[in-house]
């Protein structure tokens, strides 16, 4: 890859988790029962993919403890905290304990955004691993149903003993550049006014500077090189990881795939710098998306 630009790595979006996931612990079902039963757990408790938060002026996680998680909860280790204390998530009904205690269940992206960096990530661990449970119950090789083992890192299968872990799907999004413009573009799908940066899965047999290339190709018909990685983020809807670039344009020609996009444009960074104030004729996505880390760091190159 050519460097583009100097700079140092950026923080994004749920990333920074402070939780140690302590692989080690993992493997050994006694540490997982030492650690469930250690005073100081707490459970993140994830109601239909939506995580039990306060009610006050600056939300946060409530961590329950292990009376309130039924015992056939489906759950999952996320770690040791910084005082080594064990934090886990459960996929359980939050109506009861908010009936008696209080709290609200939100959207996952919703709650994201309102938490400080790091505790973020926490939400994006635990959604992806219990929506990855939940969507893989059966063997992919013989349909036998499968069971949990590795604190949640893996399902087994006791039929023809095959081990399955979590997927995570390859995203590569980036911005095109030419002069002093960027390529951005809206999907039908996207909020009214919003413009973001091109994206696509990485195919099978694909690099991410060919998947880079590919995607601006068929998307918008622009040429590129010169692919820089920038940065990435899990992005856990349900099991992406971003994986942002920048890529030098050979021209300004557009020739849009309808399908993908309804509008492209080209856009100097005064436009960038406007779209994320809030004050020009687009809109940028949120801080949580790895597409505002892509803005950012142009405007910072």
Request: proline share 9%; hydrophobic share 45%.
């Amino acid at each position: 890859m050519t460097k583009l630009f100097a700079h140092p790595t950026p923080r994004v979006g749920l990333t920074g988790s402070p939780l140690d996931r302590a692989d080690h612990l993992r493997r050994r079902p006694e540490d997982m029962a030492r650690l469930q039963a250690d005073p100081s757990a707490r459970w993140l408790i994830m109601d239909e993919l939506k995580p039990l938060m306060s009610e006050d002026e600056h939300p946060h996680i409530i961590w329950s403890p292990a009376t309130d998680i039924p015992d056939d909860a489906p759950m999952v280790f996320l770690g040791l905290n910084p005082a080594g204390e064990p934090r886990f998530a459960a996929s359980t009904s939050a109506a009861a304990l908010i009936a008696a205690h209080g709290g609200q269940l939100l959207d996952t992206r919703a709650a994201a955004q309102l938490l400080p960096h790091g505790q973020a990530a926490i939400l994006a661990q635990s959604r992806s691993l219990l929506d990855w449970h939940a969507r893989h119950g059966h063997c992919a090789v013989c349909g036998t149903a499968t069971q949990p083992v590795k604190a949640g890192y893996a399902r087994r299968c006791p039929g023809c003993h095959a081990e399955h872990f979590p997927r995570t799907d390859p995203v590569v999004i980036m911005l095109a550049l030419k002069g002093e413009y960027a390529l951005v573009g809206r999907q039908s799908g996207f909020p009214p006014g919003m413009y973001s940066a091109l994206a696509g899965f990485i195919e099978p047999g694909e690099s991410l500077e060919e998947a880079v290339a590919r995607e601006l190709h068929e998307e918008a018909g622009i040429i590129t090189t010169d692919v820089q990685y920038l940065a990435s983020q899990p992005w856990p809807f349900p099991s992406s990881l971003m994986i942002a670039c920048f890529a030098q344009a050979q021209g300004y020609k557009i020739t849009l795939d309808l399908d993908e996009l309804e509008e492209a444009r080209w856009v100097t960074k005064a436009e960038v710098q406007a779209a994320l104030d809030g004050t020009g004729d687009w809109l940028a996505p949120p801080p949580l998306a790895i597409a505002h880390t892509l803005f950012t760091a142009w405007l910072a190159s």
